[in-house]
């Protein structure tokens, strides 16, 4: 028997033969894919349901918030790049982006607008399938909390950059910013050897879990809106330093 159970964060999974199954929204308007999408993905353990547009995707979402979300950029009047950027702005919630399309601006826009990875079509199911297993296990790797232990990242007598790992928080000064947890892992990563340099397939390994499917720009393009968030001058920063030629350095100031 299966039925529908709601966790703390407003999320409806589903119970089958005594387990959760993760609840994955798959939003694509072709029949074929998303119908063939379902039943890979089922047969992973999934408890997939399926929007035909966005608008469609973005009424389920306020219904009842994935855990998460499969999204073609290509949707007619609401895209992928807005469902994507609308989900975004009230839940951090895994999602790959799903492109028919290879262009390095179509991907960077998906990546920007807060998609945590994207596949070009055609593509194999047992790619997605992957990436969705790396992405499960970042959400579910934080395990019993410790006492959390601040790390200084940028001294300042007013308004300090401080991350607390084990609280899974970045705060300036009082006030808390709001990573996504790709964002926040990079950070992670990055502070755990503060003053050495990682590549970009370093990054890659450490904090995608894939390296043998993932794409460098994905990277550059999180770290750029990682910088956003926690860079006085982004333009210029002082934290996340870029090392050219090699990678990312992060600096305590």
Not at 68 to 97: N, Q, S, T, Y
Not at 156 to 174: F, K, N, S, Y
């Amino acid at each position: 028997m299966t039925v529908r159970v709601r966790n703390r964060e407003g999320r409806t999974s589903r119970w089958h033969s005594g387990r959760v199954l993760p609840r994955l929204l798959v939003v694509e308007d072709d029949d074929a894919i998303r119908t063939a999408l379902r039943w890979a993905l089922e047969d992973e353990g999934y408890a997939v349901e399926e929007a035909v547009s966005g608008e469609d995707a973005v009424r389920q979402v306020r219904d009842a918030v994935p855990d998460l979300m499969v999204v073609d950029l290509m949707l007619g009047r609401m895209d992928g790049f807005a469902v994507v950027r609308e989900v975004r702005r009230r839940h951090d919630l895994p999602i790959i982006v799903v492109s028919a399309r290879a262009d390095t601006h179509d991907i960077v826009a998906a990546l920007e607008a807060g998609a945590d990875d994207y596949v070009t079509k055609p593509f194999e199911v047992k790619e997605i399938t992957a990436r969705l297993r790396a992405l499960r296990r970042r959400v579910g790797s934080t395990g019993p909390a410790p006492e959390p232990r601040p790390v200084v990242l940028e001294q300042d007598p007013e308004a300090p950059l401080v991350l607390t790992v084990d609280a899974g928080t970045v705060h300036r000064g009082e006030e808390q910013l709001a990573l996504t947890l790709t964002e926040f892992r990079l950070l992670c990563e990055l502070a755990a050897v503060p003053g050495r340099v990682l590549s970009r397939q370093d990054l890659l390994a450490r904090v995608w879990e894939h390296g043998f499917f993932g794409d460098e720009r994905l990277v550059d393009v999180h770290i750029r809106r990682l910088r956003t968030k926690v860079e006085r001058d982004p333009g210029a920063p002082r934290v996340v330093v870029t090392v050219r030629g090699l990678g990312y350095r992060l600096d305590l100031r």
